[in-house]
């Protein structure tokens, strides 16, 4: 088994180089359910919308031509033949010299071709006094002029938003095709690891990992499935992966591949199937024991035990693939300007990535403020951290007070 | 019933003078579902976090009075008595001269107090040379130093992100108590709107804002509940109204509440409870025709029928609404800054927000770019649109390449 520790740059090449973001496939969503989905079908309109020639004014339905010279001192009188209200269908006709009362969003009545604004007009009985001349069109929202029948409203791989949901309703669809959500199977491995509610024997800590990764999962675009704590023992995790991989699109283990005999975990994921294992460790701090494999396509990541280490190498190099397998834009993490707090270390010839917390000083300089890794176990650290400072291999160190980019968390609590 | 339009400033004073934003009550949810929800109780750890005093580092554990001078030129050599694993309980002491090798994360044997890193010792059979000294407590994380026993580690009213979900899990915590979700009632009126997957007949359109609205309500931290489109009739409207606001936290309804004899809503409202309707017209553009009232405390929003004018005002006046009785901070709409692509103007005497596009131009400058509002019950506008520019009362106009504020709708596909 090859043991090269690949660079940061080295594992995100070969990562690519193995991934197939295959389409997982669609299912039929109702409106509400697609909010916040990816949509797998281009959207071609039905209908022209509006489906009639509509009024975008209260006042009269006239033809343009009976209003031409029509001002203040010079009104122009018509007859109002009847009024229309919104949602009916017109029952009356317009023909030369004659008005109908229309509001806003009534269909136009045949042989009117424009609305002249109530205020530009004075009603008496049956006559209707005109103050302003109005032109073919003016006033009308033309039928189809917002979405025309036949056009193609929304092309596959939209995310669905607010606006989008309000277009399809527009449409009047009940439901869309959407992608299927990846499933990512999310499992522990480490003798000293607890499912919650079990009692914690000394030594012990409870499964944080599972947690936080799943909820990382979510806000990933995928839908985490976990597979509990598995115990220390080849044949049983063996047995796990297996049924994960059958299930799931993507595997994600936490703990187990850091030293020792117990660490099967790159072993087992070799003898299930082809490529296996291609990432064996990464020279990152934190995170070098990572290890990532494919088998038949699905893959396979085994993130250090750490809490931070782990949710920090979730973010860097699974939460892309996860992305590109549920369809939607692998934007990069939003990143803000700001100052070393103090002098950030990095470790010698590793891509080095050092957890910080925002806060403003009296100077309103935003400040990158190292939190506390000594003890890298640390779920405090987790916590408290908004983001990070990326220290290239080659640098040493960042001074205190330099500038640097924070890269954010999602789903931090940083108000910046 | 008085009609009195107010600006939009005592609009908003109107509504915080009787809104009471009342405890919706609690219930408990499982860890993974407590994701992005409200906490609302104080969490207390009823544990040492780490639970022992465990080393941060492979190497080996020792008592550092032992290593006391040791150097590269003169090594300290120790006997070792064992191998202490993770996850396992140490059955052995360490006794003056002796050391226990040991694995990051494994608890401390008694005696030893420090643990002296790997690569500065050798090891040969049964002996241990030891090349640095250590001092107390080197390389051990302490008991309780990441989270002390009692300590209140996370507050009612925080909103769990995957940080705090890793927190709670690391305190074996399975549940959690969470604010529950205000649910908002949300209906559409007017003789025009067709319930989606029904037919369309002439003048008439598809209910949109239903879907706009409650897709909002879920950003807004809400649950919305449709209560489709209520016929054109007192009585049924009153009826479904009722049912509403004993079931709901909040009602929204939107259209018919512009003009004429058919738009019954805001009596209903009055009729309901006290104290009614509250705001009854708005001096904005868009958005003028919007109602609010309050029935039992409970807020009754009745928005206008323009998809783009009800989503507006939901945004501007609703939705801080629902986050506060989710318990959720209000933070305002995020904004940024840009130039004005073109003249916007005002409307006279009314607090206007003008719906634009957010583009670079060639030199990189960020545009606002008015979007087509001539009709402003186009759907496209609000598909279009990732945001506004406000215009002051007073102001007549902002003139092209000004710069402006545009405030972001949530949601908005905008890359900024």
Redesign the interface.
Known sequence: MFRKLLTFEEAKKTIEEYFKPAFLGDEEAV??EA?NRVLSEDIISA?D????N?S?M?GYAVKAQDTIGADENQPVTLKVTGAL??????QIKVETGEAVEI?????MPEGADAVVMVEDTEHEDSELHVYTAVTSNENV?KKG???KKDAVVLKKGQ?L??????????????SVKVQKIPVVAVLST?????E???E?????????????I???V??SGGK?V?FGVVP?DKAALAKVMQTALTSADMVITSGGV???P?DYTPQIVDSLGKPGIVVYGIAVKPGKPTTIGFVCDKPVFSLP?H?TSA?LIFYLLARPLILRLAGRPT?PMKAVRGFAGARMFSAKGRRTFVMVKLEFDKDCRLIAEPVET???????T??N?DGFVEIAENEQFVDADQEVEVTL?????A?V
């Open positions: 409106l509400l909010y209908l919308i509006p489906g009639f509509r975008t209260d209200n919104i949602g009916e269908q017109p509001v806003t969003g009534a269909p929202m002029s917002d979405i995310v938003g607010s606006s989008e949901i309000g277009v399809l309703a527009a449409l009047g669809l009940k480490g003798g000293e690891v607890t919650l509610g079990r914690l024997q000394t030594g012990k800590i409870y499964d944080i990992n599972a947690y936080s799943s909820t990382a979510i806000e985490p976990y220390d850091s030293v020792g117990k035990g809490p949710l934007t000594g003890a890298s176990g640390a779920i405090t987790l916590a951290a968390f999602r789903g931090s609590a108000k």
